[in-house]
Protein backbone atom coordinates (compact mmCIF):
# COMPACT_ATOMS: atom_id res chain seq x y z
CA UNK A 1 0.00 0.00 0.00
CA UNK A 2 1.25 3.40 -1.05
CA UNK A 3 -0.21 6.29 0.72
CA UNK A 4 -0.29 9.84 -1.10
CA UNK A 5 -0.81 13.06 0.17
CA UNK A 6 -1.37 16.36 -1.88
CA UNK A 7 -0.62 20.12 -1.16
CA UNK A 8 0.11 23.33 -3.10
CA UNK A 9 -3.29 24.38 -4.25
CA UNK A 10 -4.88 27.38 -3.72
CA UNK A 11 -6.26 30.32 -5.41
CA UNK A 12 -4.54 31.97 -7.93
CA UNK A 13 -4.43 34.99 -10.86
CA UNK A 14 -4.98 33.81 -14.20
CA UNK A 15 -1.18 33.80 -15.89
CA UNK A 16 0.44 32.68 -12.34
CA UNK A 17 2.17 29.64 -12.04
CA UNK A 18 1.54 27.28 -9.05
CA UNK A 19 3.67 24.02 -7.92
CA UNK A 20 1.57 20.76 -6.25
CA UNK A 21 3.45 18.71 -4.25
CA UNK A 22 2.65 14.86 -3.99
CA UNK A 23 4.42 13.33 -0.92
CA UNK A 24 4.63 9.38 -1.43
CA UNK A 25 5.14 7.08 1.55
CA UNK A 26 4.03 3.09 2.23
CA UNK A 27 5.46 0.85 0.01
CA UNK A 28 7.15 3.39 -2.58
CA UNK A 29 9.21 0.08 -4.00
CA UNK A 30 5.86 -1.02 -5.66
CA UNK A 31 5.46 1.98 -7.53
CA UNK A 32 6.27 2.12 -11.10
CA UNK A 33 4.95 5.11 -12.14
CA UNK A 34 2.79 7.82 -11.08
CA UNK A 35 0.30 10.46 -12.75
CA UNK A 36 -1.28 13.89 -12.04
CA UNK A 37 -4.89 13.94 -13.03
CA UNK A 38 -7.35 16.74 -12.61
CA UNK A 39 -11.82 16.66 -12.50
CA UNK A 40 -13.49 19.78 -12.61
CA UNK A 41 -17.17 19.94 -11.66
CA UNK A 42 -19.15 17.79 -14.09
CA UNK A 43 -16.31 16.67 -16.05
CA UNK A 44 -14.06 13.80 -16.67
CA UNK A 45 -10.53 12.89 -14.84
CA UNK A 46 -8.40 14.35 -16.94
CA UNK A 47 -4.29 13.09 -17.10
CA UNK A 48 -1.99 15.63 -17.32
CA UNK A 49 1.19 13.96 -16.48
CA UNK A 50 2.86 11.19 -16.09
CA UNK A 51 6.36 10.06 -14.81
CA UNK A 52 8.17 7.24 -14.22
CA UNK A 53 9.25 6.33 -10.36
CA UNK A 54 12.94 4.66 -11.67
CA UNK A 55 14.06 6.98 -14.18
CA UNK A 56 12.20 9.74 -14.28
CA UNK A 57 10.91 9.10 -18.55
CA UNK A 58 7.77 11.69 -18.59
CA UNK A 59 3.99 11.60 -20.50
CA UNK A 60 2.19 14.52 -21.88
CA UNK A 61 -0.92 14.80 -22.98
CA UNK A 62 -1.13 17.34 -26.03
CA UNK A 63 -3.53 19.75 -24.59
CA UNK A 64 -1.28 20.65 -21.70
CA UNK A 65 1.99 19.94 -22.95
CA UNK A 66 4.44 22.70 -22.33
CA UNK A 67 2.27 24.35 -19.11
CA UNK A 68 2.70 21.34 -17.17
CA UNK A 69 6.02 19.84 -16.15
CA UNK A 70 6.11 16.35 -13.54
CA UNK A 71 9.00 15.55 -11.87
CA UNK A 72 10.84 14.68 -8.71
CA UNK A 73 11.33 16.58 -5.96
CA UNK A 74 15.58 16.61 -5.92
CA UNK A 75 15.48 17.93 -2.30
CA UNK A 76 12.88 16.33 -0.49
CA UNK A 77 12.51 12.23 -0.92
CA UNK A 78 9.86 10.82 -2.40
CA UNK A 79 8.17 13.87 -3.20
CA UNK A 80 6.78 14.64 -7.06
CA UNK A 81 5.89 17.88 -8.60
CA UNK A 82 3.68 19.28 -10.65
CA UNK A 83 4.58 23.24 -12.05
CA UNK A 84 1.96 24.50 -13.34
CA UNK A 85 2.54 28.31 -15.71
CA UNK A 86 0.43 30.61 -17.26
CA UNK A 87 -2.81 29.70 -15.75
CA UNK A 88 -6.20 30.17 -16.90
CA UNK A 89 -9.96 30.10 -15.48
CA UNK A 90 -10.16 26.64 -16.96
CA UNK A 91 -7.54 25.20 -14.77
CA UNK A 92 -9.83 25.14 -11.85
CA UNK A 93 -10.37 21.46 -10.65
CA UNK A 94 -9.25 19.32 -7.84
CA UNK A 95 -5.95 18.16 -8.59
CA UNK A 96 -4.82 14.67 -7.93
CA UNK A 97 -1.60 12.52 -7.18
CA UNK A 98 -1.94 8.77 -8.00
CA UNK A 99 0.29 5.75 -8.17
CA UNK A 100 0.23 2.89 -10.86
CA UNK A 101 1.32 -0.07 -12.71
CA UNK A 102 2.21 1.89 -16.15
CA UNK A 103 3.23 4.83 -17.23
CA UNK A 104 0.00 5.71 -19.16
CA UNK A 105 -2.56 8.43 -19.56
CA UNK A 106 -5.90 6.92 -18.26
CA UNK A 107 -6.88 6.43 -14.30
CA UNK A 108 -7.76 2.51 -14.66
CA UNK A 109 -3.61 1.75 -14.74
CA UNK A 110 -3.26 3.94 -11.26
CA UNK A 111 -4.26 2.13 -7.83
CA UNK A 112 -3.37 4.42 -5.36
CA UNK A 113 -4.79 8.25 -5.17
CA UNK A 114 -4.32 11.09 -3.02
CA UNK A 115 -7.36 13.16 -1.67
CA UNK A 116 -7.19 16.05 -3.90
CA UNK A 117 -6.24 19.90 -3.35
CA UNK A 118 -8.48 22.49 -5.09
CA UNK A 119 -6.79 25.03 -7.50
CA UNK A 120 -9.08 28.07 -8.09
CA UNK A 121 -7.99 30.40 -10.90
CA UNK A 122 -9.60 33.74 -11.13
CA UNK A 123 -9.54 35.87 -14.10
Known amino acids: QVQLVESGGGLVQAGGSLRLSCAVS????????MGWFRQAPGKEREFLAG?????????YPGSVKGRFTIFKDHNIKNTMLLQIDSLKPEDTAVYYCAAGRALVNYPEAYDQWGQGTQVTVSS
Open 26 to 33: GRIVEIYA
Open 51 to 59: IKWSDSETI
